[in-house]
């Protein structure tokens, strides 16, 4: 089978895999095209959202969809770094034992890890993470376990502030995309939200896609195909690198944000890794829209989850990020041109 | 003087000498030039009968300034007139008295009658007394300011006029200067022209610089998908539909695709847009300038 031929039949697994998502959680189309954007790209995600808006069902259902072996741990104040690594316990016998923790049990098979409530896990814990997502590795009992096929979804509300821990950046430069599920708006999938029985049941819901429909262990073949074969011209490639140097310095390519004092803006601009994860991601859309070729219209899509929450701000800017974030994200957008 | 005396003394003499011959002479005995022509009229009937000249030669020149018309017989009140006519042939360098000729007249019974000489005057054609043709003179003066234009008027007006012309000339310069430097499509002509003309539509300088007039005047990055925003933006461009998504489609291929695509006339749309970026330019100028009044 050639390459070409390959893709083609993973691009419909994809929009296959999307569909079904899309059935299952309603009114958050983009959302689910972006989580199976990074999916394809090899990318963790962060999903922050308010309480109860199906984060947890969207991310449950990509990892149904995903197959392999799914992992899940709910994020507390109390968890500590070694309870994701191994477990200890008394047996029947009385023989204390030692279990590998959810990060270790599935070794290779480990597919979806799943972190509820992420920012409730102090940061030790979030600092464990770091190599799991960046390396696809971790330490343990003097071996090196690896988790070649391991993506990981992860979730916080931002409702509740006390008793969290805000990620760190480094941890949050590990997630390819942050993105915010939103409530939706229109009227007719509200409707069907609180009043069609079908939607009632999270675990129902997600037992109609059907397991395994985009298997997770030939993701990294595909994802290796996809950036082997979509290009990127220089024309956009010099788009990229504008894009990059604004997120550094946005006043200088005329980028405002209303309130703001640009010159005393940024920390620290969009990361090498950061706009590394945006070129994967800016090909999976040129390949998942059929073309070979990344245009401009790639990058807008992935931009804001990508870039988001990956320019630092100064600490009189950072309590106000929800807010400015976006802004400065679209304002690049529309300032820097290309070609 | 003496002449005159004579022109007196034959003025009295004629209404004895041709008491029987009723003559009618011309209206005045004055004025006259080269050219004109002088009716006498003599009736035929008199009262001792009617009358006939004897030798009345047409066609003969009487004198240095005469010349005798072909006479007729006319009928005027049931009588018969005899005309005659003649031309004054010669122009005198001074004024000259002159006289029609004498005629003598037989009526039936053979008795002669004789037409008295008519004197009259004629004048030359020019006022210089040699003949010569003088300067044209006007018939009043000329007006003092052309004799003697006034000067600092003059000179004011001159400096008016050329100010409110320099004026008119700094502004138009004004407006095509900062027109060239602030409109967007205006900005891209010059780049565009700024390149070897043969390789202006296919050199990728005067691509982007059209994107970036579109950019500009979008007051944001224009994509393909993004034309719309375009047209919202400036919906004066929305006439060349066609036109802008065809050069966004073949600069999609051309610098996204790597592939050349079909050859657009750059400089040339980027021209058209140019011009209509002047009209609106000067349409919102008006509009502006309506709003104030």
Known sequence: ?339 | MGRIVFIILALLIVPIAIADLQVQHPDRSYGYFIGDVLLQRVNLESSAGAVSATDLESGLRINDYLYRLPNKTVTIQKQQWLELRYQVINSPTQTETIALPAITFVTESGEEQLLQPWFFTVAPLTASGDGDVSSPLPDRSALDVIDKPNMPLLKMGMISLLSVLGLWFLWWLIRHVKDSHTLPFALARRTINKLPSAERDKNPQAWIALHRAFNDVAGKTISGNSLDQLYSAAPWIKQYEGKVEEFYTASSVRFFQQVEPEAIAVSKLCNTLHQAEKRQAKQVAKASAGMVD
Request: a negative charge; aromatic letters at 8%.
């Open chain 1, 1 to 339: 089978m050639t390459t070409e031929n390959y893709l083609a039949d993973w691009r419909e697994h994809a929009l296959v895999t999307e569909t079904a998502i899309n059935s299952v959680v309603i009114g958050q189309s983009s959302l689910i095209r972006l989580i199976n954007v990074a999916l394809f790209a090899r990318g963790h995600v962060l999903l922050e959202g308010d309480v109860g808006v199906g984060k947890t069902t969207v991310l449950r259902a990509f990892a149904r969809a995903a197959g392999g072996e799914f992992e899940r741990t709910e994020g507390t104040i109390d968890l500590m770094p070694n309870d994701l690594v191994y477990h200890t316990y008394v047996d029947s016998d009385g023989q204390p034992r030692i279990d590998p923790g959810p990060l270790l049990r599935h070794g290779e098979q480990l597919t979806t890890f799943f972190f509820n409530e992420i920012n409730r896990a102090r940061p030790q814990v979030q600092s464990l993470l770091l190599r799991a997502m960046a390396e696809r590795s971790v330490s343990a009992f003097n071996k090196e376990f690896q988790f070649p096929h391991m993506t990981v979804f992860a979730d916080r509300n931002k409702v509740e502030k006390e008793e969290t821990f805000e990620l760190a950046s480094a941890a949050r430069d590990r997630f390819m995309f942050e993105l915010n599920m939103a409530t939706p708006v229109d009227e007719d999938i509200r409707r069907s939200l609180i009043i069609d029985t079908a939607y009632h049941n999270a675990d129902t819901l997600i037992e109609q896609v059907t397991y395994g429909l985009c298997p997770g262990d030939q993701l990294n073949d595909v994802s290796t195909a996809i950036q082997k074969t979509v290009t990127t011209s220089p024309a956009i490639e010099k788009y990229i690198l504008e894009l990059w140097r604004a997120s550094e310095t946005p006043g200088q390519f005329g980028v405002s944000v209303e309130g703001v004092e640009m010159d005393r803006l940024i920390l620290a601009g969009a990361s090498p890794r950061g706009m590394s994860a945006l070129v994967r991601a800016a090909r999976v859309v040129a390949w998942m829209n059929d073309r070979e070729y990344v245009i401009p219209e790639d990058v807008h899509a992935v931009l804001p989850a990508a870039l988001g929450h990956r320019i630092f701000f100064q600490p009189i800017y950072e309590l106000r990020r929800s807010e400015i974030s976006p802004v400065l994200i679209h304002s690049i957008m529309n300032v820097v041109a290309s070609p």
